[in-house]
Nanobody
């Protein structure tokens, strides 16, 4: 029903910036909630930021003020602008989606996942 394709990962030094993109393939009306999760080695997946079609956003506390989620509806592409990156932001970042409206950053709420893109922040 939905396919998600991430791009934009790579390596950056601490304090730098990076923008991730996710193209959403599926019905023209699109999912109600899209966002980003991440998983660092040896850690569980965690929600980073999600965006609802009603413009509500939910951010993980540790990224507030540094990361911004947005969507280009004309291109059906989701973005995550990441500024002031820290080594602890190093992880595989996944684009996620659900037909439901955004409720929280619980992993179980999101049933569509991309393949992931690696972000590495060096100190």
């Amino acid at each position: 029903q939905l396919q998600l394709a991430e791009s934009g990962g790579g390596s950056v030094q601490a304090g730098g910036s990076m923008r991730l993109s996710c193209e959403v393939f599926g019905p023209s009306y699109g999912p109600n909630c899209v966002g980003w999760f991440r998983q660092a080695p040896g850690k569980e997946r965690e929600g980073v930021a999600v965006l609802d079609t009603d413009s509500r956003t939910i951010y993980k506390d540790s990224v507030k003020g540094r990361f911004t989620i947005s969507k280009d509806y004309a291109k059906n592409t989701l973005h995550l602008q990441m500024n002031s990156l820290k080594p602890e932001d190093t992880a595989m970042y996944y684009c996620v989606a659900t037909w439901r409206h955004c409720m929280d950053l619980g992993t179980e709420k999101y049933n569509f996942w991309g393949q992931g893109t690696q972000v590495t922040v060096s100190s």
